[in-house]
Nanobody, 125 residues
Framework: QVQLVESGGGLVQAGGSLRLSCAAS????????VAWFRQGPGKEREFVAA????????YYADSVKGRFTISRVIAENTMYLQMNSLKPEDTAVYYC??????????????????WGQGTQVTVSS
């Protein structure tokens, strides 16, 4: 059974940075798409960023474009989300996910079938 273990969340002031990590228990990422989603207080879970594990283009929500960067290190079987210039509205539980590598649907939650447990990111003003 695939397990995704997230780390790196915490409390940061507006304008600060955090890096989230998501490690897989096995070669869970190979051949798939990997993504980050988030759910803010009182909000629906939303897409943040995604890419194919094999590489190529990355895809971002408009709200984070230019501030967040998704990446992966194949040898470590780990994906990352570098978050810069954080804003209070970025406060949320962040989830990593693994799913089908279909570019046209890479932003769709239903394409993902393995999820991390979530890590809290809180940005103070």
């Amino acid at each position: 059974q695939v397990q995704l273990v997230e780390s790196g969340g915490g409390l940061v002031q507006a304008g600060g940075s955090l890096r989230l990590s998501c490690a897989a228990s096995a070669r869970a990422f190979s051949g798939y798409a990997v993504a980050w989603f988030r759910q803010g207080p009182g909000k629906e879970r939303e897409f943040v960023a995604a890419m194919r594990w094999s590489g190529g283009s990355a895809y971002y929500a408009d709200s984070v474009k230019g501030r967040f960067t998704i990446s992966r290190v194949i040898a470590e079987n780990t994906m990352y989300l570098q978050m810069n210039s954080l804003k209070p509205e970025d406060t949320a539980v962040y989830y990593c996910a693994v799913g089908r590598s279909i570019i046209s649907a890479i932003r769709e939650q239903q394409m993902y079938y393995h999820w991390g447990q979530g890590t809290q990111v809180t940005v103070s003003s």
